[in-house]
C-alpha cells in the first residue's frame, strides 16, 4: 500500500505538476489515474485527456508529452486523501470528513488505525 502523500512524491505526477500545476494533475489522475494514453501532437475536444482537464490545459500537456504514452498515476484514494490532510493541514476532523466523503467517526478510525491506537474522542485538531 502506498504511504500518505506518495502520488506527489511519483515522478510522473511531478513531471505533470511542471506542465498544468498541481490541481490541473490531480483532476487529470482523478479522472484517469491508471490508464496509459497515447498523447498525440495536438489534442483534440473529445480527446480523453482533454475531457478530464479542459482544452487549454490538454494543450500544455500535448505540447510536452506529445507523440509518447503517458502512464497516469492513480489519485489518492478517499483513505490517503484523509492522511494527507492530516499530514499537510490543520483541518479539523470534522472538515477532513466532509472534505473526503466520510463520517466524522470514520476519520477517527482511519487516524487511530494509522497511530496503531485510540486517539481522544475530544481532539478535534490533527495536529
Avoid: W
Amino acid at each position: 500500500m502506498r504511504g500518505p502523500g506518495s502520488l506527489h512524491n511519483s515522478e510522473i505526477f511531478q513531471s505533470i505538476v511542471d506542465v498544468i500545476g498541481v490541481p490541473g494533475a490531480e483532476k487529470l489522475c482523478k479522472e484517469l489515474g491508471g490508464a496509459t494514453i497515447y498523447v498525440p501532437a495536438a489534442i483534440g475536444a473529445h480527446h480523453p485527456i482533454s475531457v478530464a482537464i479542459g482544452a487549454e490545459l490538454a494543450a500544455k500537456i500535448a505540447d510536452h508529452f506529445h507523440r509518447t504514452k503517458l502512464a497516469i498515476p492513480k489519485g489518492l484514494s478517499r483513505r490517503e486523501r484523509v492522511l494527507e490532510f492530516r499530514r499537510t493541514t490543520d483541518m479539523t476532523v470534522q472538515q477532513i470528513a466532509l472534505a473526503c466523503d466520510y463520517t466524522e467517526a470514520g476519520v477517527y478510525k482511519i487516524l487511530a488505525e494509522e497511530r496503531g491506537g485510540q486517539l481522544d474522542l475530544f481532539n478535534t485538531r490533527i495536529k
